[in-house]
C-alpha cells in the first residue's frame, strides 16, 4: 500500500508561504482551480514525483523541505513547481477521499482535518534524531546552555499554528507529523537549532490550551533520560562578585545623575557609562546593556538640544534600570519557581544579532528626529507572519553634508537601503538582507533584486492579528492592563521609538471607526482626538459609557512638519472613513492614550511623519478639559521629579525642599500617604553623609506616580 503523506496534507497555504514565497502559491493556486495539474506518482517509500506538461520533473521524498526538493527547473532555489506539487497532491487527496459516511482508515485521516488543536511538545526524542544531524543537537544544547527565555504559543487555528519567540528569531510548526515543515526566520530557515530549542520549549511549557495566552518558559538542555530539562536547577544570577560590582555601579552613576542632574558635561560620566556598559555585556545581561545604551542615548540628545530628548522618557528608564535589577534579585532568590525568571528579566542568553531569511515588513509609521549636529528616522515595521514589531533607524552627521559640499538633502529624501527613506516609511519590504538585534531593531543592507518595496495600502495591516492588533478599544485596554511592567519584559526599540511616548506599539482595527471629537491645544502644540464605534442602523445607541474611546494625542515636531496636517485631513474624512489606526499606546487614568504613527482610511495608507506639509485649519479647544484630579496630581508629581533629574538635586536650594514639602502634602490629602513620607524624606536623605537610599527612594516614588497615572 502506497504511504499517505500526511505532512504534505497539513501545510496550509499559509504555511506554503512562509516556506515558499506568496506570489509562487498565489500561482499554484490559480492552476490547480484552472485543472492544470500535474501527473503524480507516489513511491513506496512515500517520495511524490510530480510531471508536468512543460517537461519538468519534481520529486519531494519524506523527511525533506520544499527547498530540499529536486527539481529540474533552472530556478537555482524555490520554484513554483515545488509548491504545485504539494497543492496538487492535497487537491488529488480531496478528489480520492471517500464519502463522508464512509469510515476511512486510521492511517490514511488527513490529520490537519481530524486532529484539531496539538502541540509540538508530542515529538519525541526519536523524532529529533531522524531529522536533524547530531552537530544541530549540539548547536541547540550549547544554545540553551545560556537559559533563553522562550515565550510559546498554542496551536489556535489551521492557519495560525503553534509558535515559539526566541530572543532571536520565531519558530512556527506548521506540520504535526514532521519537524522538518518547522518555519524560522533566521537566515538557515529550517533544520536549525533554533527549532530544536523552540520544541525543548514546548515540552517544558506543559499542556497548553488552544488559544491560551503566551507562556514564558526558561529553557535548559535536557539532560540523560529527562526529556523536559527539569532536572536542572538554575544557578543563582545577581550573587555573583561581577553581577554586584555592576549594580553598585550602576547604583553610584544614577546617584550621580539625580545629584548632578542630567545637564552635566558628559564628558565626566563617558567613561563610568562606558565600564558599566562592559560589565553588563561580560554578565550577558542583555536587556541592562539595552538600558544603560538607551539612557546614554538621552543624555547625548538632551546636550545637542535634540528632538529625540524627552525628560519623562529619561525618569523612565532610570527608574526602569533600578527596578529590573530588583526585579531579577527578587526571582534569583525565591524559594520556589519564580512567575518570571531572572535571565528572563535580565536578558541572559540574548544574543547580539542575527541573519534573516526571506522576509516581509509592513510600515506601522514613522519618527523623525533632527537636533544641532544631525538628523535621523525610525521607522516601524510589524513582520505579518510572526507578529514580530522591529524597528529600523538610521542618523545622518550635518558635519559630513557639509564636507561632502552643497545642499543638504530633505531627510525624507535620505536614502536607506537604497531606497527613499519616505517610501520605506510609507511602503511594505520584502528583503533577503535583513538582520535583527535583541530589542528588534533591524538593519536591511542594500542589494541588487535582493530588497524591493511596495506602496502600503488600506488591506496592508490585515494579516497582523492579538496582541499587535486589537479588534476594539476594550481588549486594547484589556490587553495594556494584563501587560507586565516595563522592567520586567525584554527591551524593544519599538517602545522608545516616537518621542514623548514610553508606550506600548499597537494597531486598533474595529468596525465603524468613527471620530468622535477633535481639537487642536494651541498652548501645547498637540492635536487631540477620540475615536470610537459609530452608532449604525443595528446600534443606534452611542458608545457605551463603560467603553473609553481611543485618545488620540499627536504633538507638533519640527522635524515632521506635515504630520499634525495630515492627521487633522485624515480625521476630516478627506480619504474615506477610518480602518485601523497604529501608535504608541499607553493608559492613563484607565483611558488608552495613542500617539499615532500611521493610519488606514478606505482609500490610503497615511504615514504622518511621511506626509508633506499642506496646512489645514484646526478646531481649537473650547473650554479646557481638566484631568482627573488623581491623574493630575501624579503628573506634577513626576514633573517634579524630571526637573530635578534635568538641574540635579544639589542646584535645587531652599526652593526645592519648599516645593517637595507642599507635593508631599497634597499627595497625602489624596490617600497617598506613602508616596508622601517618600518625597519629604528627599531633602534629608539629601542632606545624609550617606545618601545611598536616595536613589531607590526616587526610582520608587517615579514607579509609584507611572502607576497612578495609568
Same mark, same amino acid.
Given at each position: 500500500m502506497t504511504a499517505v503523506r500526511g505532512d504534505l496534507l497539513e501545510l496550509t497555504p499559509e504555511a506554503l508561504t512562509a516556506l515558499a514565497n506568496a506570489g509562487f502559491v498565489k500561482r499554484a493556486q490559480k492552476d490547480v482551480a484552472a485543472g492544470l495539474l500535474p501527473l503524480l506518482e507516489t513511491a513506496d517509500d512515500g517520495t511524490v514525483s510530480a510531471r508536468f506538461d512543460d517537461g519538468v520533473r519534481t520529486s519531494l521524498p519524506p523527511g525533506r523541505t520544499l527547498r530540499d526538493a529536486q527539481c529540474s527547473c533552472p530556478a537555482s532555489g524555490m520554484c513554483r513547481h515545488r509548491v504545485m506539487l504539494v497543492l496538487a497532491y492535497q487537491a488529488q487527496a480531496a478528489s480520492a477521499a471517500p464519502a463522508p459516511s464512509a469510515t476511512p482508515a486510521e492511517d490514511e485521516v488527513d490529520a490537519s482535518a481530524a486532529g484539531g488543536e496539538w502541540s509540538p511538545a508530542h515529538f519525541d526524542d526519536a523524532a529529533l534524531a531522524a531529522s536533524f544531524v547530531p552537530s544541530v543537537i549540539e548547536q541547540a544544547q550549547h544554545l540553551a546552555a545560556a537559559r533563553p527565555v522562550v515565550a510559546v504559543q498554542a496551536w489556535r487555528s489551521a492557519s495560525a499554528p503553534p509558535i515559539a519567540r526566541l530572543p532571536m528569531c520565531s519558530v512556527r510548526f506548521f506540520s504535526r507529523s514532521s519537524l522538518v515543515h518547522a518555519r524560522c526566520d533566521c537566515k538557515q530557515g529550517s533544520g536549525c537549532a533554533h527549532v530544536v530549542v523552540a520544541l525543548w520549549a514546548f515540552r517544558q511549557a506543559g499542556p497548553l490550551a488552544a488559544g491560551s495566552p503566551e507562556r514564558m518558559v526558561e529553557v535548559r538542555a535536557p539532560a540523560d533520560g529527562d526529556a523536559t530539562g527539569d532536572g536542572h536547577r538554575p544557578t543563582a544570577l545577581m550573587q555573583g562578585e561581577a553581577a554586584r560590582a555592576l549594580q553598585a555601579q550602576l547604583e553610584a552613576l544614577s546617584l550621580s545623575l539625580w545629584l548632578d542632574g542630567s545637564s552635566q558635561p558628559l564628558m565626566a560620566l563617558a567613561a563610568r557609562f562606558e565600564a558599566a556598559r562592559e560589565q553588563a555585556r561580560a554578565l550577558g545581561w542583555r536587556w541592562v546593556e539595552d538600558g544603560i545604551d538607551e539612557l546614554w542615548m538621552l543624555l547625548q540628545a538632551q546636550q545637542a538640544r535634540s528632538s529625540r530628548f524627552d525628560p519623562r522618557r529619561l525618569l523612565h528608564v532610570m527608574a526602569e534600570l533600578w527596578a529590573r535589577l530588583r526585579a531579577a534579585a527578587h526571582a534569583d532568590s525565591a524559594a520556589g519557581p519564580p512567575p518570571l525568571p531572572a535571565s528572563q528579566i535580565l536578558g541572559v542568553g540574548v544574543k547580539g544579532e542575527v541573519?534573516? #531569511?526571506?522576509?516581509?515588513?509592513?510600515?506601522?509609521?514613522?519618527?523623525?528626529?533632527?537636533?544641532?549636529?544631525?538628523?535621523? *528616522?525610525? &521607522?516601524?515595521?510589524? #513582520?505579518? #507572519?510572526?507578529?514580530?514589531?522591529?524597528?529600523l533607524e538610521r542618523q545622518w552627521s550635518r558635519a559630513d553634508d557639509a564636507t561632502a559640499g552643497g545642499t543638504p538633502a530633505n531627510l525624507l529624501g535620505r536614502r536607506v537601503a537604497g531606497f527613499p527613506l519616505r517610501q520605506l516609511a510609507s511602503g511594505q519590504v520584502i528583503t533577503k538582507t535583513a538582520t535583527r538585534r535583541a530589542n528588534g531593531q533591524i538593519d536591511i543592507a542594500p542589494g541588487a533584486r535582493q530588497t524591493g518595496v511596495m506602496p502600503l495600502s488600506p488591506k496592508s495591516w490585515d494579516d497582523l492579528v492579538a496582541p499587535l492588533k486589537q479588534p476594539s478599544v476594550q481588549a486594547l485596554v484589556a490587553h495594556l492592563r494584563e501587560t507586565p511592567p516595563d522592567f520586567v519584559r525584554p527591551r524593544q526599540a519599538a517602545s522608545g521609538a516616537a518621542a514623548g511616548a514610553s508606550g506600548q506599539l499597537h494597531v486598533a482595527a474595529f468596525e465603524h471607526m468613527a471620530v468622535l471629537a477633535s481639537h487642536w491645544d494651541a498652548a501645547a502644540q498637540v492635536l487631540h482626538a477620540r475615536i470610537g464605534r459609530a452608532a449604525d442602523d443595528t446600534d443606534a445607541a452611542a458608545p457605551a459609557d463603560d467603553v473609553p474611546p481611543l485618545h488620540l494625542a499627536l504633538p507638533h515636531r519640527a522635524a515632521a512638519p506635515g504630520a499634525v496636517d495630515a492627521l487633522a485631513r485624515a480625521?476630516?474624512?478627506?480619504?474615506?472613513?477610518?480602518?485601523?489606526?497604529?501608535?504608541?499606546?499607553?493608559?492613563?487614568?484607565?483611558?488608552? &492614550?495613542?500617539?499615532?504613527?500611521?493610519?488606514?482610511? &478606505?482609500?490610503?495608507?497615511?504615514?504622518?511623519? *511621511?506626509?508633506?506639509?499642506?496646512?489645514?485649519?484646526?478646531?481649537?479647544?473650547?473650554?479646557?478639559?481638566?484631568?482627573?484630579?488623581?491623574?493630575?496630581?501624579?503628573? #506634577?508629581?513626576?514633573?517634579?521629579?524630571?526637573?530635578?533629574?534635568?538641574?540635579?538635586?544639589?542646584?535645587?536650594?531652599?526652593?526645592?525642599?519648599?516645593?517637595?514639602?507642599?507635593?508631599?502634602?497634597?499627595?497625602?490629602? *489624596?490617600?497617598?500617604?506613602?508616596?508622601?513620607?517618600?518625597?519629604?524624606?528627599?531633602?534629608?536623605?539629601?542632606?545624609?553623609?550617606?545618601?545611598?537610599?536616595?536613589?531607590?527612594?526616587?526610582?520608587?516614588?517615579?514607579?509609584?506616580?507611572?502607576?497612578?497615572?495609568?
Open positions: 541573519a534573516l #531569511d526571506h522576509l516581509r515588513l509592513v510600515s506601522l509609521g514613522a519618527e523623525l528626529w533632527s537636533d544641532e549636529s544631525g538628523e535621523g *528616522a525610525s &521607522v516601524m515595521f510589524a #513582520d505579518p #507572519d510572526t507578529q514580530a514589531v522591529t524597528v480625521l476630516a474624512g478627506e480619504w474615506g472613513a477610518l480602518r485601523a489606526v497604529a501608535g504608541s499606546v499607553r493608559l492613563q487614568d484607565g483611558e488608552p &492614550v495613542m500617539q499615532p504613527t500611521a493610519l488606514l482610511t &478606505v482609500q490610503r495608507a497615511v504615514v504622518l511623519q *511621511a506626509e508633506a506639509p499642506a496646512p489645514q485649519p484646526l478646531p481649537l479647544q473650547g473650554e479646557h478639559e481638566a484631568p482627573p484630579a488623581l491623574n493630575a496630581l501624579a503628573t #506634577d508629581t513626576l514633573d517634579l521629579l524630571a526637573l530635578w533629574l534635568r538641574q540635579g538635586l544639589r542646584h535645587q536650594g531652599g526652593g526645592g525642599a519648599s516645593r517637595a514639602e507642599t507635593q508631599a502634602a497634597q499627595l497625602e490629602r *489624596a490617600g497617598l500617604a506613602r508616596s508622601a513620607r517618600l518625597l519629604r524624606g528627599v531633602p534629608a536623605q539629601l542632606r545624609a553623609a550617606q545618601r545611598g537610599a536616595l536613589v531607590s527612594r526616587l526610582a520608587l516614588l517615579s514607579l509609584w506616580m507611572q502607576g497612578v497615572g495609568q
